[in-house]
C-alpha cells in the first residue's frame, strides 16, 4: 500500500508536497497556495526498470525512463529522467489501483482521473 511520509522537505519558494511510497509505486503530489494540485510525480515498476509519469496543471502528461544513477561510472547517484514515450495507462492504472487503499479520496480520484484522460500518440 502506498502510505504517506509525514517528514517530507519543503522547499522554500517551491510548491507544497505530499509523498506516498511503497516498494512498488512512489507518488508525489505538489499543490499550490489554494490547496488546488498543480502536479503529481508517479513512480512505477521500481524493482525493475523504474519508470515515472509526470503531470503538470497546463502541460498534461509526460512519461520517463529513470536511470538509478548506479550505472554509470561517472554517476553521482542521483536518479536522472530520460522522456521515454508512450505506457501501458491500464496496467498502471490497475497496479496504482491495488496500492491506494489508504491514499486520500481527493487524490487518488485525481491521479485516476488523469490518468484515464491519457491517450497514446497515434503512429
Do not use: C
Not at 81 to 106: H, Q, T, W
Amino acid at each position: 500500500m502506498l502510505k504517506e511520509i509525514n517528514a517530507v522537505r519543503q522547499i522554500p519558494g517551491e510548491f507544497y508536497r505530499r509523498w506516498f511510497f511503497s516498494s512498488e509505486q512512489d507518488l508525489v503530489v505538489w499543490y499550490d497556495a489554494d490547496g488546488n494540485i498543480v502536479g503529481f510525480q508517479l513512480a512505477y515498476d521500481k524493482a525493475r526498470q523504474e519508470r515515472s509519469i509526470y503531470w503538470k496543471v497546463g502541460k498534461g502528461i509526460s512519461h520517463y525512463d529513470v536511470d538509478d544513477g548506479e550505472s554509470s561510472p561517472f554517476s553521482n547517484h542521483t536518479p536522472l529522467l530520460s522522456m521515454d514515450g508512450v505506457f501501458d495507462r491500464n496496467r498502471v492504472l490497475r497496479e496504482f489501483r491495488g496500492l491506494a487503499g489508504e491514499l486520500p479520496e481527493g487524490i487518488l480520484v485525481f491521479v485516476e482521473n488523469r490518468l484515464l484522460e491519457y491517450r497514446a500518440p497515434s503512429l
